[in-house]
């Protein structure tokens, strides 16, 4: 069936460094995925996405890689700040211009110390 | 406007009580969703409305009751809920276009049933 999940629940940095947060998926009928930031008490955050048919996708600070062979995807955070600490969720998502559903991952808590 | 409001902010109620959750959104948007998401776990589908109409419901149980009165507005009618379905309710919504995959998340309405 479909499932999204993550290598690490917690994943702690120092600010200024990279970060890097990966996801494994099992079913290959996703077209698109995407990370999204939730902070406590709020809701999900859009970060970036990417299309099954790319392996790489930039925005600002943020880099998104999909390996298709392995099923694996990761977000790459450049020189990380302490409101970058946030759970990280990838989702994959199946439709396109209807609507759209999303299957999430478990989420990795992203701590940034100073 | 690229906010979705979700009010009440937080509800307790018991289990014989009907209350319901409301989302508006004034982006555009056709399609909108609602979420359920229980303490440290990711957000999982429960109803998805597209132009005003259900698409999918989740095998979610009849005691919750989606609507779509027009299309800013999604509730969710609650009636004989027990202790398990606290969590943060979420509603998103997007629009229905060939790559705009993105949905856009309200803060969550923070549901405890006695």
């Known amino acids: 069936g479909e499932s999204v999940g993550l290598h690490l629940p917690t994943l702690s940095v120092q600010e200024g460094d990279n970060s890097i947060i990966n996801c494994a998926y099992s079913?290959?009928?996703?077209?698109?995925f995407i990370w999204y930031k939730q902070e406590s008490g709020k809701g999900p955050q859009f970060i970036i996405d990417?299309?099954?048919?790319?392996d790489k996708r930039q925005g600002q600070r943020v880099t998104v890689l999909l390996n298709k062979t392995v099923k694996h995807l990761s977000l790459q955070i450049a020189a990380t700040q302490p409101g970058d600490s946030a759970v990280y969720f990838c989702?994959?998502?199946?439709?396109?211009?209807?609507?759209?559903?999303?299957?999430f991952g478990a989420g990795t808590r992203l701590a940034v110390h100073p | 406007d690229t906010e979705v409001t979700q009010t009440p902010k937080h509800l307790v109620m018991g289990m014989t009580n009907k209350k319901s959750l409301k989302c508006e959104q004034h982006?555009?948007?056709?399609?909108m969703y609602w979420y359920k998401q229980k303490a440290k776990k990711p957000p999982e589908l429960m109803f998805v409305?597209?132009?005003?109409?259900?698409?999918i419901n989740e095998s979610v149980p009849s005691r919750f009751s989606p609507e779509c009165p027009n299309s800013s507005l999604l509730n969710l009618h609650l009636h004989a809920l027990q202790p398990e379905d606290s969590a943060l309710y979420l509603c998103?919504?997007?629009?229905?276009?060939?790559?705009?995959?993105?949905?856009?998340f309200g803060p969550g309405t923070r549901l405890t049933v006695l």
């Open positions: 989702a994959g998502g199946i439709g396109d211009g209807g609507y759209n559903k999303l299957i």
């Open positions: 079913n290959s009928a996703s077209d698109y």
């Open positions: 982006m555009g948007h056709r399609a």
């Open positions: 409305y597209s132009y005003e109409k259900l698409s």
């Open positions: 990417i299309r099954s048919n790319m």
């Open positions: 998103a919504s997007s629009q229905l276009l060939a790559g705009a995959n993105e949905q856009f």
